[in-house]
């Protein structure tokens, strides 16, 4: 602390402090202070202050008591904030505000600095909060660790961005000096993880069976699936990476994210379909679109039409595939290698385990204490 509080006059011409917690970090705070005079003065206070050193030197009150709060602030998360998103002159006209027209103007303030063009999703995290109080304005003394705690309590997981979003902002009004209570011991919300998405062999068949518009989605889907591989690999195969093989089809798969070429094999049915009425040269989905969002959209209403209420994606084939092939009793090495993973861990977080599996996995071990004597009339040699 001693080490890196430092005051100076900034080369525009305003009062400046700053403050660091290591090399490398700091934070500055800025006094719309014009005055030569006082800014020396405020200068020798401030370096005295900061340091721990008793400071006699005769400045206004305001000033010192700016100092204290600044300061405490400061303390409180560990020398390390950001600036102010309002000047300094605007301040006491926020101040008179609520935390809901507060909210309002640091978005906005936000979208400016940073050239965003929409903020629907604070804006939503602000209907939130207004509909939870019950209330068209919330004020600033009300926003206390209890509440916000109280509010994230009320949200389900995948709402965690509408508490971050009021977290952040009030945040910013403790560091503007407009909210008196300690919040900073409030934890965020973090993401729920999702769930991976698994296609059982019924369901892909029955996906599979389901006709579609884009004859291409079916194809590529098929492909996929069968071979495990990645939407950006199998979208950029070719036909020269196919051979025939005595009855079935091999392929050369150049993976693009590990720049492997691995070998796999697929029904001769399965190419066959594919390649109908096709020249069987360069790209095998040429006309495949390369966005991944525009793809997901047709899977799904794929999916919906094959009366598939799971929400999938171009990625879901490769875990199905890694899944099925598990629970047909495959080495899990093996899959690993039909993958292209180089570490076996990754794989293993490919597959779905469910209690059906745990079940499945415990049954020998039912056979064995199904051998136990439970009479209790066991005698001691």
């Given amino acids: 602390m001693k080490k890196y509080a430092k005051a100076y006059i900034a080369k525009n011409g305003l009062f400046s402090v700053i403050l660091r917690k290591k090399e490398g970090v700091k934070t500055s705070l800025y006094f719309e202070i014009r005055d030569k005079q006082t800014q020396k003065r405020y200068y020798e206070f401030l370096n005295k202050y900061l340091t721990g050193t008793s400071a006699d030197i005769d400045i206004e009150a305001s000033a010192k008591k700016q100092a204290d709060r600044r300061l405490s602030e400061l303390t409180a998360v560990g020398y390390y904030i950001k600036d102010s998103l309002f000047p300094e002159n605007e301040i006491e006209a926020v101040r008179a505000n609520t935390f809901t027209g507060y909210f309002e103007r640091v978005i906005a303030n936000v979208e400016r600095r940073h050239k965003k063009r929409s903020a629907t999703m604070p804006l939503y995290a602000l209907k939130c909060l207004l509909r939870w109080a019950g209330t068209k304005e919330i004020p600033f003394n009300r926003i206390t660790e209890t509440y916000l705690t109280a509010f994230r309590k009320s949200l389900n997981p995948s709402q965690h961005n509408y508490f971050n979003y009021v977290f952040f902002v009030a945040k910013q009004a403790k560091r503007d000096g407009l909210i008196a209570a300690n919040i900073y011991k409030v934890e965020p919300m973090k993401k729920l993880k999702p769930i991976p998405v698994i296609l059982t062999e019924d369901e892909m068949v029955k996906l599979q069976k389901t006709p579609y518009k884009n004859e291409t989605i079916r194809q590529m889907s098929s492909l996929q699936y069968a071979c495990g591989q990645r939407f950006s690999d199998v979208s950029a195969m070719t036909w020269e990476q196919i051979a025939k093989e005595e009855d079935c089809y091999k392929i050369s798969i150049k993976q693009k994210k590990t720049d492997k070429t691995l070998p796999s094999y697929v029904s001769r049915e399965l190419i066959d379909w594919i390649g109908k009425g096709k020249e ?71 597959i779905g385990i469910n209690a059906e599996d745990i079940f499945e996995g415990l049954k020998p071990m039912q056979k064995i204490t199904g051998a136990f004597d439970y009479s209790g009339n066991m005698k001691v040699a």
């Fill in 280 to 350: 069987k040269r360069g790209l095998i989905f040429p006309d495949l679109s390369q966005k991944i969002g525009t793809v997901n959209k047709h899977l799904n209403r794929w999916a919906k039409m094959a009366g598939i209420e799971k929400h999938i994606g171009t990625h879901t084939f490769r875990r199905s595939c890694a899944t099925l092939l598990y629970r047909k009793g495959v080495n899990i090495v093996t899959i690993s290698k039909i993958l292209g993973h180089s570490n076996i861990e990754t794989t293993m977080r490919y």
